[in-house]
């Protein structure tokens, strides 16, 4: 049967390298899962004031992940750290779904299965994935922890913003997607 997967991207911009990574994931997962994908534009800031009842795009990035079977991650480094709009977009499904609700693993991530990747500098986004697999455990999720792409651009790349241009990205995002659907199982 068909997985579900929700797709979050930590990069805005259209010609974004690690929207291209997700791209090449979803054709790797073609006929094997279904995607939906979330970027930061989507998602207004977090504010305790007006959580409840959550915004719109809030509530349909919750629904998507609650239908999902697991989610899968795409972000860049930030001066080593996670992009501003993913962190923000990851406070918001971290909080619980009612108020006052005495249980707070009754949140759209708590039990669900992750998986990252990302594409960087001479880095490979090493030092965000490990900040983020930290923050998905805290937020009770359950991270592959094998098979995380981690790219480092080619120069070519870095010049045309065409990530293709980068030796075995094909390769490594095709074994991630294998592995996940089998973390999915
Ligand atoms: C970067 N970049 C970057 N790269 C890296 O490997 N380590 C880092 O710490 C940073 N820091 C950083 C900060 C800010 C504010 C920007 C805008 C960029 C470079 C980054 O990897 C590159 O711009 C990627 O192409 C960004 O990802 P997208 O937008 O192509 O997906």
């Given at each position: 049967t068909m997985k579900k997967i929700t797709i979050l991207i930590g990069s805005l911009r259209k010609h974004s390298l690690n929207r291209q990574l997700a791209d090449m994931?979803?054709?790797?997962?073609?006929?094997?899962?279904?995607c939906v994908v979330f970027d930061p534009a989507e998602i207004p800031l977090f504010d305790q004031d007006h959580e409840f009842p959550a915004p719109e795009k809030i509530k349909r990035m919750r629904d998507a992940i609650h239908e999902s079977d697991g989610v899968w991650i795409?972000?860049?480094?930030?001066?080593?750290?996670?992009?501003?709009?993913?962190?923000?977009a990851l406070d918001w499904l971290s909080r619980p779904l009612k108020e006052n609700d005495p249980d707070w693993k009754d949140t759209a991530v708590w039990g669900k299965k992750a998986t990252m990747s990302g594409v960087g500098g001479k880095n490979a986004t090493k030092s965000v994935q490990e900040q983020l697999l930290s923050l998905l455990k805290f937020m009770g999720m359950d991270v592959m922890t094998q098979d995380r792409a981690q790219i480092a651009m080619s120069p070519q790349t870095m010049e045309t913003s065409d990530l293709a241009l980068t030796e075995g990205v094909h390769e490594a995002i095709d074994a991630q997607a294998r592995a996940f659907l089998e973390f999915l199982k």
């Open positions: 994931a979803q054709a790797a997962l073609q006929g094997k899962a279904e795409f972000t860049p480094e930030y001066n080593g750290q996670l992009p501003g709009g993913l962190k923000n």
